[in-house]
């Protein structure tokens, strides 16, 4: 389960102090899909970073499976976050020079897993995201969504507890679209808890609960069956 | 793990063939540079250490301080009177062994049929007590102990004896005397200071000129007893001119030089060894050192401008799990990869340019793959390089925040881009620093081979005398030599007029101090000495065959008339090598050595019998047809010695050799080091043109013309490099006023090689920008705007 309390985040420069996030509660359990909606600046995709362990709040306590990760070093959060939490991003963020294979094994590579094991694995679940096919290919021979089921074999290879989406179907057409939020709903089944940020009440219809965000603050919270 | 990040480095490096290969090409030349130059440094510092137990085997000189004005500087005689060495030999137990050698003439070797010229020594007995040479045949102490035997190297043997044994077998020494060969040494090798190809016994060519303490003129080494220091060896011989050396040179004290630094340091100031050699052993260090900081510093500069387009990798591979060591450890992977081929690339270019390199700095070094040595030191370079170029990067790298470059937030910060141009400036700087001293040292050149030096080195050709079976045959063909239509004059000389050697303390004239050491070079000539040599007489006359009273007459030059206090020297009486005579004539001063010396008292006897070479003024226009004249003439007379002639600039020429060597050495290594600093900046012109293209986009847009786009770009370059010429102008402007007070005569540092280094500089660094800014203030504005 992960809990954030009152979480705040100042960004400041010399001349202007902007308030992201203003007393932020929520609480994400175990096996849970929330999609977290909300105009453009209010400050959906600093929540997720905080809760994906990338930044810290300014202010407030996160607790992380049972850990207090509010005041953790960029260290600390980087064990931490490594092998628990898989992230899919808008732009999909796949390394160019390395390969479809070599970009889902990376994960893998920064656990130590071994070779044979991470083999296995990262077939497995590139054949579950059915590019297998193109396993040798580099990003840009790749439609978009075929990057972003690549960026999602990714996020799971490592069986994370925890999957962050940010717009993940924002730069795909709405067939690729489509199969990228079954692949999200059937990860959801099988028990891993998403979040994901979205602009699109579509895409949020495949989560349990939705949480509006304005101005920083959730503003309310809508729950589907 | 390293297979991914190799994986990486090699897909990026191949991705990005412009920036790659600008990083391994510089870095090639960088590492070449240092490469060929650290092998010279190596060869440099290897001089005389092969001789088993180096450090105790030593060589004499002699401090002579003013009895009358002990605050005067101590002056120090690099050769030494024949006694010293019987002196030492007898008196000192802290030495093991002395050696005494001659200058070292070449003399022609004759076996048979076959002629050469070997270059050789007359030695006393105990050559091999001090320089110990692996035998090959025979035992070489009994054999230099015996006047009628000859000690050659393995090469002369293999030359004159290739089919079977040299051993017992005769060759004859300068058409003149027959020795057997009793002895074959190992060649000495290339790196040390005594160079020779046989040995003969020193009491064979003694005579009695040589056993006076007046005349220095011969090398004395000393190998010490073990546990014996230089200091306590010193001590003992301080006595020595006291007891032995007779009342005008009591003053007189050997003090010893380790072998070991006679290559490197051997000037001598104020009684001390001052340095030398060694100090351009250490400028090339520095430039080397230089070079490849300059190469290092491209590396570091297009990597962090470059980290926009890494910084998506950073990011992914921080998100997915890597540790901010782990990334650093890539970017370091990566730029030793890049350091491998680069150093790889470099071993291929040293191959290349090692022939030219030997040719230009007269050495023989050769890039051995077999020397453990050598690898060691090449993967020494690459580690350094790797690191020292790969480690702003990969802490810069590591450091960036995921968030900010995934969300498309990111931005090159100010701290990098300070970081990059106080590298450009440091960059630049160097460079400025080596054009300011390839323009020093080529003016100073320039100066010394312009100079006037007194007397006419062109036209002279010279060539040694020797072969003539006596005086009569040798009259008879110098007769005919002046008679050529094609020479002018002619004379000869015992050395050559512009590297004047042996000194002498024997002259005496009315009123000198007794006390006192008056060192004054001497030299035998034979008639016309002057005419020939266009020097000019203040007073007097030259020495004339005419004149039969002039063999015991003297020439002195005008130092030499100061030096005894003398207004109207001629027709006083002196005393000197020939006896009681009267001096007939004043030469005005000459530079008779290299510009780095001051001008000496100079004394000339008139005894052709004593005198080395034949030196000739050739008409002007006619040397050509002298050549021939003279060559169909020394056949006749001389048909067992080839012709073999010198004109006196070439040996003027080489009295500069060292020189000669830096200011070849520092053009190339110069020019390398503004190539790769160019390159270094293309690179980065072409980052920021790439990264500008949406601001030049809109200014265009907004009207502006290509000219003020090119000035916007090119502005911050160039500010750069004028911050660079700030800085390196007083340390060049250091450097080089040191370097140049080496000489006794020399050319000032005028401002305009600091303009026209700084304009060089601008003007190179503005042709290498300036394509790029083109480049870029040529493009569609609608093409750098659509993309956004």
Known sequence: MIQTVNLQKLFSTEEVETTALNGINMEVRDGEFVAIMGPSGCGKSTLLNILGLLDNPSEGEYNFYGTAVARMTERQRAQLRKGSIGFVFQSFNLIDELTVYENVELPLLYLKTPADERKKRVEETLERMSIMHRRNHFPQQLSGGQQQRTAIARAVVAKPKLILADEPTGNLDSKNGEEVMKLLGELNDEGTTIIMVTHSPYDAGFAHRIVNLFDGKVVTENFHV | MIRNYLKIAVRSLLKHKLYSSINVFGLALGMACSLLIGLWVRDELSYDRFWPDAERICYVRVNFTNPNDPSADIGTNFVTPGPLQEAIAKDIPEVAATLKLDYGPEYLIKVGDKTAKEQGHFATDDFFGVFNLPVIAGNPAAALKQPNQIVITRKVAEKFFPNGEALGQKLQLNNDKYYVVGAVVEDVPHNSTLQFGWLVNWNVQAQDWMKTWGNSSFRTYVRLKPNTTLAQAEAAMSSIYPRHAGKNFETGRPTLQSITDLHLYSEYKNGKSVGGRIEYVRVFGLVALFILLIACVNFMNLATARSATRAKEVGVRKVVGALRSSLAGQFLSESMLTSLLAITLSLGLVWLALPSFNAVSGT???????????????????????????????????????????????????????????????????????????????????????????LDRENVLYWPIEGFSDTKQYEAFQREVVRLPSVGSATTAGSLPIDVRGSSGDLRWPGKDPRQDHQVFAMFVGSDFARTMNIKMVDGRDFQTSSPADSSNYVINEATARMMNMNNPVGKEVQFWMGKGRIVGVMKDFHMQSLHETIKPLILCFNYLNTSYLLVKTRPGQTQQAIADLEKLSKAYNPNYPFNFHFLDEEYEKLYRAEQQVDTLINYFGVLAILISCLGLFGLAAFTAEQRNKEIGV????????????????????????????????????????????????????????????????????????????????TNPVTSLRSE
């Open chain 2, 364 to 454: 023989t070094l050769t890039l051995d793959l077999t020397d453990p040595i050598l690898w060691l030191i090449v993967l020494g370079l690459a580690i350094i390089t790797g690191v020292l170029s790969g480690s702003y990067p990969a802490f810069f790298l590591s450091s960036l925040q995921p968030i900010k470059i995934l969300k498309g937030r990111f931005q090159v910060g100010a701290g990098p881009a300070l970081f990059r141009r106080v590298l450009v400036v440091f960059q630049f700087s160097l460079s400025v620093f080596l054009i300011v001293g390839m323009l020093a040292v080529g003016k100073q050149m320039d100066y010394l081979r312009s100079k006037h030096l007194g």
């Open chain 2, 699 to 778: 200014r265009k847009v907004l009207g502006a013309s290509v000219g003020s786009i090119v000035t916007l770009l090119s502005k911050d370059f160039l500010k750069l490099v004028l911050i660079a010429l700030v800085l390196a102008a007083p340390l060049a402007w250091w450097t080089l006023t040191k370097w140049l007070d080496s000489f006794a005569y020399k050319t000032d540092l005028s401002w305009w090689i600091f303009g026209m280094a700084g304009g060089l500089a601008l003007l190179i660094a503005f042709l290498t920008v300036s394509y790029q800014s083109i480049k870029a203030a040529l």
